[in-house]
């Protein structure tokens, strides 16, 4: 290789280097990043940032943590046009560059042992030039490659589950990759140095260092890495907690609740007693024709009757404390009612995860009507029992947009105003799925449909 050809190589390599580590960079932001129609100009914005600053610092001949900063500092600029949060954007840009900085001390390892495997003997200038390609292609090809499955790693732990990052979070996933990158921009400028214009390299001073530097470079990483999956197990721990309390409260406001529905329901057949009596008193009044005193007989009896004409019964004391909660609440705020729900027989289903189900449904529809205009706020309630199978269905209106996440369940942001479908229909999953059955959700204009399916569980 020429001396005029190497120079064309370095440039081609400079850009070659550049586009790589940006395709990397984007393939690392791609999980995270929502909306099908607009994915892929977000992926090309963080592409294009990547690779432009990835030159111009290139050229500038900046350092790495020069470049880090300005790159992170656009970033965090762009997070609305992505639709991600400025901590998680700070989190994973944090991430990469501590990936890329081990993965690169790692590698360059690697690299001083495989240049001195290959001696340069005396030879024409051409064959340096061509030795020297070869070796930084490989150190590129390499380090490429480590970084790859590195950033695949993080990438995949952290799509696990959906982490929701506040301060003290941040500050405690950004201590390992902070501390990474700053040894490796100390062991960067240590390991080339002049010295009365002699080069030292520090694996030539110290071979220890060859062994150590790495070890360290991926305790770092490995520390990153078990300090998010320690950090997701905590917060899946706590909505596990959060559910179970939920969960109880829901429960012990149903239990407060039955013993209104008991009271209710002794009334009904108080009531059936007395209405033989009833009508033997209105025979007599009426044959001896006191129909000032019949009057008012029949006026207390329809006070006394008139509680129960406007109370649902769905046939089971539970759903009737619910739907005719919600009943009431709704018909305060001028939401439309519809209740169509014919409970199965007893034995069946247990009450209180039917309960759980309709309460976070129509919990979340009611919530979603208050966002609609008055006039056009409904909710539709059916559950009918098919064979083995009791189907349950929820439908309202809302405004606004829903976006469906990664687990089906509805997406909702502080930047975006959407129906809170999303609160409690994981309960409602869970509930389901104790009957093998499942949660479908959907939407038709501006109509939110969930449906949920449960089967009859045979006894042992």
């Not at 739907?323 to 034995?347: A, M, T």
Request: net charge positive.
């Amino acid at each position: 290789m020429s001396e005029t050809g190497f120079r064309i190589f370095e440039r081609v390599f400079s850009a070659g280097a550049g586009s790589t580590y940006a395709v990397l960079f984007t393939a690392f932001f791609q999980p995270f990043l929502t909306g099908r129609g607009r994915k892929r100009r977000k992926l090309l914005l963080v592409f294009s940032i990547y690779i432009l600053f990835e030159l111009v610092c290139g050229w500038a001949a900046l350092p790495q943590g020069s470049f880090g900063l300005v790159l992170t500092a656009l970033l965090l600029a762009v997070s609305k046009w992505i639709d991600l949060e400025k901590p998680f954007v700070f989190l994973l840009t944090l991430l990469y560059f501590n990936a890329r900085i081990s993965s690169g001390l790692m590698v360059q390892s690697l690299y001083f042992i495989m240049e001195r495997s290959i001696p340069s003997r005396p030879g024409p200038l051409e064959a340096v030039f061509l030795r020297a390609a070869f070796l930084v292609t490989l150190f590129l090809v390499s380090h490429a490659a480590m970084l790859a499955v590195m950033l695949y790693a993080l990438q995949r732990q952290m799509r696990k589950q959906r982490m929701t990052l506040h301060r003290r979070e941040l500050c405690y996933l950004s201590l390992l990759p902070m501390a990474g990158i700053l040894f490796g921009q100390v062991i960067a400028r240590l390991l080339i140095e002049f010295k009365d214009g002699v080069l030292l390299q520090l694996y030539e001073r110290h071979p220890a260092f060859l062994a150590v530097i790495p070890v360290l470079a991926l305790l770092f990483y490995a520390g990153t890495y078990l300090t998010i999956a320690f950090q997701q197990g905590m917060a899946a721990l706590r909505e596990e907690q959060a559910t179970y309390f939920v969960e109880r409260q829901q429960s012990q406001a149903i239990r407060a609740r039955i013993h209104e529905a008991e009271q209710f329901y002794a009334r009904i057949r108080r009531l059936e007693h007395e209405m033989r009596g009833h009508m033997t008193n209105i025979k007599g009044l009426a044959q001896s024709g006191e129909y000032e005193s019949l009057t008012d007989y029949i006026a207390r009896m329809d006070e006394s009757i008139s509680d129960f004409g406007s109370t649902l019964q769905t046939g089971n004391p539970v759903t009737d404390v619910i739907v005719n909660d919600i009943r009431r609440r709704s018909l305060d705020l001028g939401i439309r009612f519809q209740v169509d729900l014919h409970y199965p027989e007893p034995g069946a289903y247990d009450a209180f995860d039917v309960g759980i189900i309709l309460q976070n449904l129509l919990q979340n529809a009611m919530e979603a009507c208050e966002k609609v205009s008055e006039g056009e706020r409904f909710m539709v309630l059916t559950g009918k029992r098919k064979g083995r199978f009791f189907l349950i269905e929820v439908k309202n209106s809302f405004a606004g947009e829903v976006v469906f996440g990664q687990d089906g369940l509805p997406v909702t942001t502080k930047k975006e105003d959407v129906p809170m479908h999303g609160i409690g229909l994981s309960n409602v999953r869970r509930e389901a799925e104790k009957y093998m059955g499942g949660l479908e959700l959907k939407t038709d204009r501006q109509i939110f449909f969930a449906t949920v399916l449960l089967q009859e569980r045979s006894d042992p």
